[in-house]
């Protein structure tokens, strides 16, 4: 038999009740998404403001095929390449600056 684990999504809401209420079924659902995807990216140690913040900026044009590609797992890697790609780049000198 599978067990289901909890996991606290913060420590100052074990003391409230109030964020348990939703207003309706959807509304609870979209908490239940979102709350979900914060945790993913916890668990994979992916800051999730920085994550949200790409992702919905991005979603728009991302194609629908590679929708998978945006999953906090995924996103962490292809950041952490482009971060040794920038790493390994050249540094480019500063213009000279315009005397005129």
């Given at each position: 038999?599978?067990?289901i684990?909890?996991?606290p999504?913060?420590q100052?809401?074990?003391?409230?009740k109030?964020?348990?209420?939703?207003?309706?079924?959807?509304g609870?659902?979209?908490?239940?998404?979102?709350?979900?995807?914060?945790e993913?990216?916890?668990?994979?140690?992916?800051?999730?403001?920085a994550?949200?913040?790409?992702?919905?900026?991005?979603?728009?044009?991302?194609?629908?095929?590679?929708?998978?590609a945006?999953?906090?797992?995924?996103?962490k890697?292809?950041?952490?390449?482009?971060?040794?790609?920038?790493?390994?780049?050249?540094?480019t000198p500063?213009?000279?600056p315009?005397?005129?």
């Amino acid at each position: 038999m599978a067990s289901i684990r909890v996991f606290p999504l913060c420590q100052a809401w074990h003391s409230r009740k109030n964020w348990l209420f939703a207003g309706s079924d959807a509304g609870g659902r979209r908490a239940a998404i979102f709350y979900s995807l914060i945790e993913t990216c916890r668990r994979h140690a992916v800051d999730p403001f920085a994550y949200l913040r790409d992702v919905l900026e991005r979603i728009s044009t991302h194609p629908a095929k590679d929708m998978a590609a945006l999953l906090p797992p995924n996103w962490k890697k292809a950041q952490e390449a482009l971060q040794r790609q920038r790493a390994a780049a050249p540094a480019t000198p500063d213009p000279p600056p315009n005397t005129s």
